[in-house]
């Protein structure tokens, strides 16, 4: 396609990106969605729930599927027209790093299955419910910073600095309360095996935060590009 002017072509290369993003939002949905199944599972595997504990993560599977197929439709957008200021590399980190979150959550709960419910104890099953209510809410506040790029990029930026701080909290968690409870588990020779696999869930539903700390730094520098 030939364009007439300089300024033509930006218009079609920001509408094309536009496109790219908004199918982007969709992805950022999908794995909302598998993070919110994710918290779900959790809860119900911390009270003994089985049954649905399994439907739970059913759900995570066909969603993460879901979020892959959505995936590959962006990377076939990307390959039509030209875009103006944010390059293929930028948008493509943004689906992969997305989809890492999805990864983790789907490990988390796939090792937690195996750990009886009865043997977590407080404060850690609090603390494991409390860090998975806390990524839903990360990921709910990383779709309403994306929603509002086109909108509001200012206001993106405020959004983005809740997603951080949120991403603090879990990290003081960790240390105030998370590290404490399972070194004791490790301490304690009948649960030695079970601190193992919850030391892995704890890291995975960290890896959760630190990709959408990573998720929004990409949203931000959008944002940036935005405001005029």
């Given amino acids: 396609m030939k364009f007439k002017s300089f300024s033509s072509a930006i218009w079609f290369g920001r509408e094309k990106e536009k496109k790219a993003l908004k199918l982007c939002e969709e992805h950022l949905n ?13 809860r119900a595997l911390l009270k003994g729930d089985e049954i649905n504990a399994k439907i739970y993560a059913q759900n995570i599977f066909v969603k993460e599927r879901e979020g892959d197929d959505i995936k590959k439709n962006i990377v076939a957008e990307l390959t039509k027209g030209i875009f103006h200021p ?3 590399e930028d948008i493509i980190k943004l689906l992969t790093t997305a989809d890492d979150a999805a990864s983790f959550a789907k490990a988390a709960v796939g090792r937690l ?3 009886p419910h009865k043997e977590i104890g407080e404060p850690l099953s609090s603390d494991l419910k409390k860090q998975a209510e806390i990524l839903v809410e990360m990921s709910i506040l990383t779709i309403d910073a994306f929603n509002k790029l086109f909108i509001n990029p200012k206001e993106t930026l405020k959004i983005a600095d809740k997603v951080e701080r949120l991403e603090e909290e879990i990290d003081d968690l960790r240390r105030d309360s998370i590290i404490p409870a399972l070194m004791d588990m490790f301490d304690d020779p009948r649960k030695f095996k079970y601190a193992f696999l919850l030391k892995d869930i704890i ?3 960290e890896n959760i935060a630190d990709r959408y700390e990573d998720v929004i730094d990409l949203i931000r520098s959008i944002a940036i590009s935005y405001i005029k």
């Fill in 113 to 115: 299955k195996y750990v």
């Fill in 203 to 205: 890291e995975f539903l």
């Fill in 30 to 42: 999908k794995i909302k969605e598998v993070i919110i199944e994710s918290r779900d599972c959790i």
């Fill in 86 to 88: 944010i390059n293929r």
